[in-house]
């Protein structure tokens, strides 16, 4: 085996002073006077790891959380940046933040924004935002410790009415060791925990004859305008009872009381967040709602028999990547052609499954509605009715080119981001879609997706030159995207009826 001759010569040296009667502590000790704490280098402008992205509301701004995720520097960053007159995206200013940031969000004022950072020590950082959107770091005080854990995505919102803020947090998402905080956040008072979910109230029981069974909820969205947050359903692990099929259900045969299953196991949490944050219980101000489709993104019917088509695949659904709440209040803009059907109140849901299949779920203030109804009742986390809508948007078995034509099946791919994008008087969805391959990691496949048809088909997309691109953001027209493969921001601009690269950064 070769010998490092740095370790060689480090050896010898301390032997040499030894056999000329130089004790063995003290040649140490000599020896480490000789020696520099290797330093790692600073961060400067440059881009590493940028898996947190996000962009101001009212200024041509956008933010990345450079995550350092492999060691090589010894803190993060915090890089604002913007498009310059020439095309080319220029950083407008760096700040030294820790390392692992994971999540970053801007509050819809534009006063601030807050970044998640992981690990051990996983927190919030509060940074302050001025006119031109240049973040600095705010008071001490505005920080806020963490359960131990990957931060996965964090939501700033404002209810109406209220001048302080709700902070939501999701842990370790799509797994069975999610959790969904809330925090009321005022700027002056710092963070107060208003909810670990599911933590706060849902304990498993051994005695349980249904079985010592967990659950766990992520991918959460708020509607402002219904003071309403909706985490969706990732199952249940150690589940021995079994549910009624979705069918039965639908059709009215199957009560929500019925003690020999768990309806909570296949329904979204949805959170009354005005009684939360006036100091209610957290058992006092949730609910569950039911949710299932069919593989095509539809609601069975109840009229007809199990075998038919609508029927035949429908079932509860659990498991989601990501989701997108459309609503009056904190929407970019209210989606058109092709998406009108889609108003507010509507959750768009993408299924973690290998299709990631983009879902349409409405009717989300009738759940509101009946949320309040029941707890005003005195009841405690009343599973509701059914309530909610579904309808599709985008299946991934009609797109040709996500389709393995040998096998017949889906390519797995995964959809981390969507979000609102508006251009030549169309506002619809835009996807960031990332294929699954193993021992790949910043060498996936990624694509830009834009729901410019009904068809799935001729919707739009590119594939980016770059792979591994981990977190997208939103600004006018402009699409910004991380790659984690190159160390580099792209840009992607549409115009309505087009979709091309754009500028690179660095």
């Not at 209810?159 to 939501?168: E, F, I, K, Q």
């Not at 959460?220 to 692990?237: H, K, N, Q, T, W």
């Not at 009609?398 to 979000?419: C, F, N, R, W, Y």
Request: charge should be neutral; charged fraction near 15%.
């Amino acid at each position: 085996m070769m010998k490092d001759p740095r370790l060689h010569f480090s050896l010898g040296f301390i032997s040499s002073l030894i056999r000329n009667g130089v004790p063995a502590m003290l040649a140490l000790v000599v020896f480490c006077l000789g020696c520099q704490r290797v330093e790692l280098p600073q961060i400067g402008n440059r881009i590493d790891s940028p898996i947190a992205l996000a962009s101001h509301p009212r200024v041509p701004v956008s933010y990345v959380l450079n995550a350092s995720l492999g060691g090589e520097f010894e803190t993060g960053s915090l890089q604002a940046f913007t498009q310059g007159s020439d095309g080319r995206l220029n950083v407008l200013s760096s700040v030294k933040v820790p390392r692992l940031g994971t999540a970053v969000a801007v509050a819809p004022s534009g006063g601030f924004l807050i970044a998640g950072f992981s690990g051990s020590g996983a927190r919030l950082h509060v940074y302050s935002l001025d006119a031109q959107g240049v973040p600095a770091l705010a008071d001490k005080n505005n920080q806020q410790d963490l359960p131990s854990g990957r931060v996965s995505h964090v939501q700033i919102v404002q209810l109406p009415g209220r001048s302080d803020w709700v902070v939501v947090v999701t842990m370790a998402d799509r797994s069975f060791d999610a959790q969904v905080l809330v925090y009321q956040f005022d700027p002056v008072a710092g963070f107060t925990r208003r909810m670990s979910a599911p933590r706060d109230f849902y304990v498993p029981d051994r005695d349980n004859l249904l079985g010592n069974y967990t659950m766990a909820w992520g991918s959460p969205v708020v509607f402002e305008s219904l003071g309403l947050l909706v985490a969706f359903p990732y199952g249940s692990l150690g589940y021995l009872g079994i549910n009624p099929t979705a069918l039965d259900w639908l059709s009215g045969k199957a009560s929500s009381g019925d003690t020999q299953y768990d309806l909570r196991t296949v329904s979204a949490l949805v959170v009354d967040l005005n009684r939360l944050l006036t100091g209610s219980a957290v058992e006092s101000s949730v609910g569950y709602v039911p949710l299932a489709f069919n593989a095509e993104g539809k609601k069975g019917d109840a009229t007809q028999a199990s075998n038919t088509k609508d029927n035949e695949s429908y079932g509860f659904r659990v498991s989601y990547q990501s989701a997108l709440a459309l609503d009056a209040q904190g929407s970019f803009c209210e989606p058109n052609a092709p998406l009108s059907a889609l108003g507010v109140h509507t959750a768009v849901v993408v299924t973690n499954t290998a299709a990631a299949d983009v879902i349409a779920l409405s009717g989300f203030n009738l759940v509101a509605n009946q949320l309040r109804a029941q707890l005003d009742q005195n009841k405690k986390q009343p599973v509701l009715g059914d309530l909610v809508q579904s309808a599709p948007v985008s299946l991934t078995q009609k797109i040709p080119d996500l389709v393995d034509s040998a096998k017949g099946e889906s390519i797995p791919t995964l959809v981390p981001q969507m979000g609102l994008i508006k251009s030549g008087g169309l506002c619809t969805l835009a996807l960031l879609r990332v294929e699954q391959r193993r021992s790949s990691l910043g060498e996936e496949k990624s694509r830009i997706q834009v729901v410019t048809a009904e068809n799935p088909a001729q919707q739009l997309q590119i594939e980016s030159e770059r792979r591994g691109l981990a977190a997208m953001t939103i600004n006018g027209d402009s699409l910004f995207a991380g790659s984690f493969g190159s160390n580099q921001i792209l840009q992607f601009k549409f115009d309505g009826s087009s979709l091309r690269s754009g500028g690179v950064l660095p």
